[in-house]
């Protein structure tokens, strides 16, 4: 007699994913798509608001920024938000005196590549104060970024980052450690020409 079979594992998702997008979500990326090109900082900041973006006070975020489900993004005090893609369904939260370099990728989903209907879900981002994600960094779904921590040029983050330490590659790994120190500076502050 041979043995049943075994039924194929159900992966679930963890309790704080999101399994899928929304309606309200997608409409607001729209409307998210037309601010980001709009010229004037302040305009684009009040339309951000106005479409559920949580934004600290003396925060820049520059034109030709793309975020997807801008309801699910907070951005602290004095941060800065280059050229970058952030795609925010499962939630990204950028803390205080931040700096997020153009070309950056931040992106809260991921998909099952062993499921049949190869579902989408959604995991939270965190990123501390003084952290800085340089240009064509790429962070993906579920990382914790630490305070002060540097993600180099390039690098594709799959696991957290330690406060304070600098990690490159693909996949990223340590490779260097950031004085801990009080930081004086304020990445919002910079006001670059036609912003």
Same mark, same amino acid.
């Given at each position: 007699?041979?043995e049943?079979s075994?039924a194929? *594992?159900?992966?679930?998702?963890?309790?704080?994913?999101?399994?899928r997008?929304?309606?309200?979500? =997608?409409?607001?990326?729209?409307?998210?798509? %037309?601010?980001g090109?709009l010229?004037?900082l302040?305009?684009?900041? =009040?339309?951000?608001r106005r479409i559920?973006?949580k934004?600290g006070?003396?925060?820049?975020?520059?034109?030709?920024? =793309?975020?997807?489900s801008?309801?699910?993004l907070?951005?602290?005090?004095g941060?800065f938000v280059?050229?970058a893609?952030?795609?925010?369904?499962?939630?990204?939260?950028?803390?205080? %005196?931040? %700096?997020?370099?153009?070309?950056a990728?931040?992106?809260? *989903?991921?998909?099952?590549? %062993?499921?049949?209907?190869f579902?989408a879900? =959604?995991?939270p981002i965190?990123?501390?104060?003084w952290?800085?994600i340089?240009?064509? *960094?790429?962070?993906?779904?579920g990382?914790n970024?630490?305070?002060?921590a540097v993600? *180099?040029a390039g690098?594709?983050?799959?696991?957290?980052?330690?406060?304070?330490?600098?990690?490159?590659?693909?996949?990223?790994?340590?490779?260097?450690?950031?004085?801990?120190?009080?930081?004086?500076?304020?990445?919002?502050?910079?006001?670059?020409?036609?912003?």
């Amino acid at each position: 007699m041979s043995e049943p079979s075994e039924a194929p *594992a159900q992966t679930v998702p963890p309790p704080h994913a999101r399994i899928r997008n929304t309606r309200h979500s =997608y409409l607001a990326t729209k409307l998210a798509y %037309n601010i980001g090109r709009l010229h004037g900082l302040s305009l684009r900041i =009040y339309l951000y608001r106005r479409i559920g973006v949580k934004i600290g006070e003396r925060c820049v975020i520059r034109r030709g920024v =793309y975020i997807g489900s801008p309801n699910e993004l907070e951005v602290g005090d004095g941060s800065f938000v280059g050229r970058a893609s952030l795609y925010c369904t499962g939630g990204v939260k950028i803390g205080r %005196n931040v %700096n997020v370099s153009d070309g950056a990728v931040i992106i809260t *989903a991921k998909h099952d590549i %062993n499921s049949p209907k190869f579902e989408a879900t =959604y995991e939270p981002i965190t990123v501390g104060d003084w952290a800085w994600i340089t240009t064509n *960094a790429i962070i993906l779904a579920g990382v914790n970024v630490g305070e002060g921590a540097v993600v *180099a040029a390039g690098a594709v983050v799959t696991k957290d980052v330690s406060p304070y330490s600098v990690v490159g590659g693909n996949p990223a790994r340590a490779i260097g450690e950031r004085k801990k120190q009080p930081f004086e500076y304020v990445p919002g502050s910079y006001r670059p020409p036609f912003l």
